[in-house]
């Protein structure tokens, strides 16, 4: 089945620690993003990436980090930095450069700092 | 300041009634407009795009429409079913070759009761 996997569903966080999200499509795209969602907010643009070892920060990327090492895998660091990370995470990846193409979407992950 | 704004913000309608939810932007410079549908604690599902030179278009009993002169989409559905319960969201991309700029509005939560 071709899509995005993102793992795990659930994440549990203690203060001061820092957590990965992973996340892993294999729908050949070039581009992947990670969004954050909050209760009765749009999505908000964390970082996004448009080719291997290449990444841009978005609107919100204080206190996470990312890496794009394979084009397939685009994982999600919430470092210790990031003061209330309790939040929905969503990751998307889409074809580039085409701007009007979809945009498909993981399931997500929801953390929550215990 | 680009921004997309969606009413209502809920709405509640019987199964089989029909129902339409609209989407006003203030995006530029415009790319295209897209309509998700969310399941709760799941990831957005893609139920149309639209450019700029579209201003209609279905997807089994979801018809969106989009008048760029007005900055106004809606997102119309027919004989509405139990599992059209969910929050729809309303996006707008502000061009660009990345799909880094999209404008995402809050949603509708759509709940329909038997």
């Known amino acids: 089945d071709g899509g995005i996997t993102q793992s795990p569903k659930y994440l549990f966080r203690k203060e001061g620690q820092n957590v990965t999200l992973s996340c892993e499509q294999n729908?050949?795209?070039?581009?992947m993003y990670w969004y954050r969602q909050d209760p009765g907010q749009g999505l908000r643009l964390i970082y996004y990436s448009q080719i291997v070892n290449d990444f841009q920060k978005g609107d919100i990327a204080e206190g996470y980090s990312v890496s794009r090492e394979k084009k397939e895998s685009f994982p999600l660091t919430v470092t210790s930095a990031q003061k209330n990370p309790t939040a929905f995470y969503l990751c998307a990846s889409s074809i580039f450069p085409d701007p009007n193409t979809e945009a498909f979407f993981g399931q997500g992950t929801r953390l929550t700092v215990v | 300041k680009n921004q997309v704004e969606q009413s209502p913000q809920s709405l509640i309608i019987l199964e089989g009634k029909n129902c339409t939810l609209q989407c006003n932007y203030t995006v530029s410079p415009f790319s295209n407009l897209r309509w998700y549908k969310q399941d709760t604690g799941r990831g957005p599902v893609s139920l149309t795009i639209m450019t700029f030179s579209e201003n209609t278009k279905s997807n089994g009993r979801y018809t969106a429409t989009l008048d760029a002169d007005t900055k106004q989409s809606s997102l119309h559905i027919t004989a509405s079913q139990l599992s059209d319960s969910a929050s729809y969201i309303c996006?707008?991309?502000?061009?660009?070759?990345?799909?880094?700029?999209?404008?995402f509005g809050k949603g509708t939560k759509l709940s329909v009761k038997p």
């Open positions: 996006v707008v991309s502000a061009g660009g070759g990345s799909q880094g700029n999209l404008i």
């Open positions: 729908l050949n795209h070039d581009a």
